[in-house]
């Protein structure tokens, strides 16, 4: 661009009290703050001179997006995009049950509703309605933990590494804690049990190999600073083939040969047998307890269904310990996570009802079948409307149940494999994350496989407009 036209479109661009005295701005400043107004026109501004000083051509005014209506135009998409909610709902069809960057547990309504129960008001978060005195949020959940699990007391904080974090730093700051090499994994967001152990102020004393650890190996490495022994359960994948390693009422025998306690980081943690399910075996609380360990941890969010937590289970000299760490404050428990996870726990009370209840193990334990016959139904809906614009087959695939937990298993399931005629699997799929609400599919095959394993049935209506927008959006009509 010729540098006397670059400068008369620079010239052309309005000030900043200019556009405050339009028409069209001055109803927002009845609505949102001046300086918020200033900024977004400023931002606005900054963005059109950019664009013209980058401008190598003598395109018009419109191309470069700086006519008044225009600009006025951004303005105002920035104020709304101000006020529009960063978090927002979507439709999960990865047919990943437990996906952590989709917010693992989907709750159900019973915990939505106390969550917004208790969200409205005032509660007795830490207030004895008995005495009239200052009580103990624990005291919401850890009877119901203990009566769940005969746990002989409970502790909950805000998430499974602060819990492994807290009772590291109670029960071995400035000691040894023994583990398994095996047992060092690496949680999501590059999360390491070395990395917690050394924060927790720890010393970490490294036994057996890679692939096998015998007791004797524990045995060898206790010492006179040996304040405790650690199992880790290996949540996010398995080591196969010429492995061996110590169960844990082995190495409760021996920490209560040598009087030293024994905790176990669980992960996953699950109230129920799962094998009914046709999920591989994974120990449940209760037969970790039972086992006679000391401190046991694990996630409120993964297996158990429920809203992001850490819980702390065990023996009664230990927990209280735990609890009266400083520490337990930084890492404490909000009300709105506290009733969500109440109602969950309740939700266990009844056996019968608990598959049904909680969304976590509903979608685990639908069928092939079940998931075929809703995808087949979908596939005839869209088949008529949709055939010039995509084909649409089902496909046998299979779900994972993500969070870190049960590594091997796959879950049979039927996928809809759209393959888009006029753009590419992965436009189609971006058209899709962009829908309201955004929709999270597969692109694979040069197709967008959805998984209706973890598409809820009353998102389906959604499911099929989504679709019908984006093949729209992407073949050149905004209607």
Known sequence: MEPEVRQKFLKALPAVDEILRHPQIQPRLKIFSRSLIVDSIRKVLRSKREAILKSKNGEEMAELGILPEQILA????????AYRSSLKPLINATGVVLHTNLGRAPLPEGAVENIAKIARGYSNLEFDLKTGERGSRYEH???LLCRL???????????NAGAVL???????????VVVSRGQLVEIGGSFRIPDVMRK????LVEVGTTNRTHRSDYEKAIGPETALLLKVHTSNFRILGFTAEVSL??????????????MEDLGSGCFIDLQPFGLEKEPTVQETLAAGVDVVTFSGDKLLGGPQAGILLGKKKYLERIKKNPLNRALRIDKLTLAGLEAILRAYLNPKETSREIPTLRLLSASKAEIRRRARRLQRQMADELSADCSIRLKEDHSQVGGGALPLQNLPTWVLALRPLKVSANQLGEALRQSDPPIIARV???????????????????????????????DGDPT
């Open 166 to 176: 807290l009772a590291l730093n109670t029960l071995a700051e400035g000691k040894e």
């Open 200 to 203: 927790s102020g720890a010393r």
């Open 74 to 81: 951004a303005i105002e998409g920035e104020l709304d995009l």
């Open 444 to 474: 694979q095959d040069e197709e967008v496989w959805l998984d209706l394993r973890t598409v809820f049935p009353k998102d389906e209506k959604a499911l099929l407009q989504g679709i019908r927008q984006a093949l729209k959006l992407k």
């Open 249 to 262: 009422s082995d190495l409760v025998d021996l920490g209560s040969q040598k009087g030293i306690p024994v």
């Open 141 to 143: 959940v850890e009877g």
């Open 149 to 159: 699990t005969g746990a002989e007391a409970a502790l909950v904080v805000n998430n």
